[in-house]
């Protein structure tokens, strides 16, 4: 009987339940296996917090946002480091895998997840990733799940800026989820024919906006709609050392870049500003159809790996294919908008500005 370790890390995102659930059914269906849950990401590992799942608990879950195994965030950072609780996280989690007699662990998560999954199958053990993020920029995957999802939440909030804007005249700024990466406010700001995108790849300079606003004052319409990732920077940010970065946005008077824009655009331009983050709502809730169905596909393919006891890789999606792609190249880096990618091209198209 093979024993399945299975665990979601990192932020939560929809469809992680779908993924749990695809990963357990194809599981039963190719294998006599047994289910173990681990609980709250690695921490569960760390400190011996499971449950042995039955196959009822897989069920219903398919369409349920968040993740019923729980998630932490457990930065790769700390994962070595043992003087600040003097607990040997790695060698803790070795340890229980080892109790539990486990075949192999499930890593379902972002970025952060893989790096901490490669770790781990660097100590020996068998591992599988799935990827999941809302800011799909999992380096070896055309696609993550979560993402539609939060592509299509954030595009419903912009549809629904839209008609404030034009109804009042007034400039609304989106700030969308993306510290690094702009996908999601570049697929949402082109769906929701926003007219400014700025995200963190392309740094933008205030003019290039102003101008951008101003041009299409000049064709009598008075209102504009700016889709800001919350990571975006202008471009002398974008030429600071990390360090100065820091310090100069712990002391930005605004809390967040979209304000700061707002009133820089109040202030030079005479506009009214509106300012709207939806935040945690984008990661929130129900996963789209499209989600569901990645999920489950990811899911069932890692049931795959499993039975052909293919560990050390991560399922991922290459020219629209399911593939199985080392753990380690997953986890070297983040895959980010490049200046010459076909969306950021069309947006162009279309009469998008990216302010740079
Ligand atoms: O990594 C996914 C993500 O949603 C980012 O886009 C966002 O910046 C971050 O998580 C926020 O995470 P939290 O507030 O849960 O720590």
Redesign the pocket.
């Known amino acids: 009987k093979k024993r399945i370790g299975i665990l979601t890390s990192?932020?939560d995102?929809p469809g992680l339940n779908a993924a749990i659930r695809g990963v357990a059914r194809a599981s039963y269906d190719l294998l006599d296996c047994e289910i173990i849950g681990i609980k709250g990401g690695y921490k569960g590992l760390i400190d011996a917090d499971y449950k042995v799942m039955a196959s009822h608990d897989f069920s219903g879950i398919l369409t349920r946002g968040g993740t019923i195994l729980g998630t932490h965030?457990t930065p790769f950072k700390q994962m070595r480091k043992i003087e600040e609780d003097g607990i040997d996280k790695v060698a803790n989690m070795v340890k229980h895998y080892n109790q539990l007699k486990l075949d192999c662990l499930v890593t379902i998560g972002?970025n952060g997840t893989h790096k901490n999954a490669n770790l781990l199958r660097e100590e020996g053990l068998n591992v599988i990733g799935l990827p999941k993020?809302?800011?799909n920029d999992i380096y070896g995957t055309e696609m993550t799940f979560g993402f539609h999802s939060a592509v299509d939440i954030a595009t419903e909030v912009i549809d629904r800026i839209h008609t404030t804007a034009d109804s009042h005249d007034r400039v609304m700024l989106i700030e969308l989820?993306?510290?690094k990466a702009g996908w999601l406010t570049l697929f949402s700001g082109i769906a929701g024919g926003a007219d400014v995108v700025l995200i963190p790849e392309i740094p933008y300079s205030e003019e290039k906006v102003y101008e951008a606003l101003e041009e299409r004052r000049k064709k009598g319409k008075d209102f504009s709609i700016i889709a800001v990732a919350?990571g975006a920077v202008n471009k002398e940010e974008a030429a600071m050392s990390k360090k100065d970065f820091k310090r100069y946005r712990e002391e930005m008077p605004f809390q967040t870049v979209s304000y700061r824009l707002a009133n820089q655009i109040s202030t030079n331009l005479g506009f009214e500003t509106r300012v709207t983050i939806p935040g945690?709502q984008?990661?929130g809730g129900s996963p789209s159809a499209y989600d569901r169905v990645l999920a489950t596909k990811l899911g069932a393919y890692a049931a795959r790996l499993i039975a052909e006891e293919n560990y050390g890789n991560t399922v991922s999606i290459v020219n629209n294919k399911l593939r199985a792609t080392p753990l380690e190249d997953m986890a070297a880096k983040l895959k980010l908008v490049t200046r010459d990618d076909d969306l950021v091209k069309t947006g162009e198209a279309v009469g998008l500005t990216y302010g740079d």
């Open positions: 990192g932020g995102c965030r972002g993020t809302i800011d989820m993306g510290h919350e945690h984008q990661r």
